[in-house]
Nanobody, 123 residues
Framework: VQLQASGGGLVQAGGSLRLSCATSGRTFSSYATGWFRQAPGKEREFVAAASRSTYLTNYADSVKGRFTMTRDNAKNTVYLQMNSLNAEDTAVYYC?????????????????WGRGTLVTVSS
């Protein structure tokens, strides 16, 4: 499974961006899918994820109410809509997928990772 994340860039505080993650091979409905981010000097952290079967979505407290994760099965793509961005959201964002994920927030449970896309929020 190959994942390709895109959509990062430079945005002013308060602005919005939408990240996309496309997959080849099996459809996203076969996987739990997640978005994680890593800021300079920090560990990779959970942002949002959805279960494989029900697609119930969980969010990190820091992004609740601002970020929305969705999936387009026809396009084999998941999205992360990010609104009201602030400087603390600056990071490289990664999409991930896994078939045996039981804890959506746990970075170690994901088998497949895309190359990150950089989001920079200027204040």
């Amino acid at each position: 499974v190959q994942l390709q994340a895109s959509g990062g860039g430079l945005v002013q505080a308060g602005g919005s961006l939408r990240l996309s993650c496309a997959t080849s091979g099996r459809t996203f409905s076969s996987y739990a899918t997640g978005w994680f981010r890593q800021a300079p000097g920090k560990e990779r952290e959970f942002v949002a994820a959805a279960s494989r079967s029900t697609y119930l979505t969980n969010y990190a407290d820091s992004v609740k109410g601002r970020f929305t994760m969705t999936r387009d099965n026809a396009k084999n793509t998941v999205y992360l809509q990010m609104n009201s961005l602030n400087a603390e959201d600056t990071a490289v964002y990664y999409c991930a997928a896994g078939t045996r994920v039981t804890r959506l927030h746990d970075v170690s449970q994901y088998d497949y990772w895309g190359r990150g896309t950089l989001v920079t929020v200027s204040s």
